[in-house]
């Protein structure tokens, strides 16, 4: 998996949001969707151009890290830290890493949008539920098996806002 | 930020939910946890993924840009 197919795994989930928001159509919603799911390349440049933010606060970290901005490795670092932290409302972006976190959003979509990390212990035609810790719970919930078809029951996966983005172990 | 909508249950039939967006119903299938109608609820990939308490679902709806 080169790094751009992994990026967009783990960015894809968001950008039905970006739909939404108009910043893109629905047709290139669409051909990301595609791409995503056959694992077609997709150039750096294009994945930049459509996420701006991201990319502005990955090379942030990048530069913290003294790693690469564009590699597995920042990738991960990244939507693991944080995006996280941005989502939990701790760390304040600047101007061109987009805007900060909206107080109205509701604390369950605040869940589904951070990276959680869980384990297999059902498996659909199309989805896989998932048990993962959240506090002092264990929880369980259903995600789309779209990005990440190859994990089987007892496997480690990412999630991200309702898709199986990466399998662990 | 996630500028995710929630949309308010309208039907159930067997494992489907259908759900009442702002301006279009979609589908999704239950497959994990329970649901009933009225509930406000998060569609992703074509499944039911959570629940948003009414509350916080009706103050999200009203605050998103039109």
């Known amino acids: ?169 | 930020m996630c500028l995710a909508i929630p949309g308010k249950i309208i039907k159930i039939e067997d494992d489907d939910a259908i759900v009442d967006y702002i301006s279009e119903k979609r589908v999704g299938k239950i497959v994990e946890g329970t649901y009933k109608v009225g509930d406000y609820v998060i569609i992703q990939g074509g499944l039911v993924i959570e629940q948003i308490p009414e509350e916080q679902a009706k103050k999200w709806l009203k605050a998103l840009p039109k």
């Open chain 1, 1 to 169: 998996m080169t790094p751009e197919d992994l990026f967009l795994k783990y960015a894809f989930p968001c950008t039905i949001v970006k739909v939404a928001r108009k910043e893109i159509t629905q047709q290139e919603y669409e051909s990301l969707e595609q791409a995503a799911k056959e694992n077609q390349p997709v150039s750096r440049e294009r994945l930049e151009k459509t996420y701006p933010a991201a990319v502005a606060r990955m090379k942030a970290v990048a530069k913290e890290k003294g790693q690469v901005y564009f590699s597995e490795e920042n990738i991960r670092d990244y939507f693991l830290g944080r995006h996280n932290e941005l989502l939990r409302g701790t760390f304040k972006p600047t101007k061109e890493q987009g805007p900060a976190l909206d107080e109205n959003l509701p604390q369950a979509i605040r869940e589904l949008c951070l990276i959680t990390t869980g384990k297999i212990v059902k498996k659909g035609e199309a989805f896989y539920v998932v048990e993962f810790a959240a506090g002092k719970e264990t929880k369980r919930r259903a995600v789309s098996n779209m990005l990440a078809s190859d994990a089987e029951i007892g496997n480690v996966i990412r999630m991200h806002y309702g898709y199986a983005v990466e399998k662990v172990s």
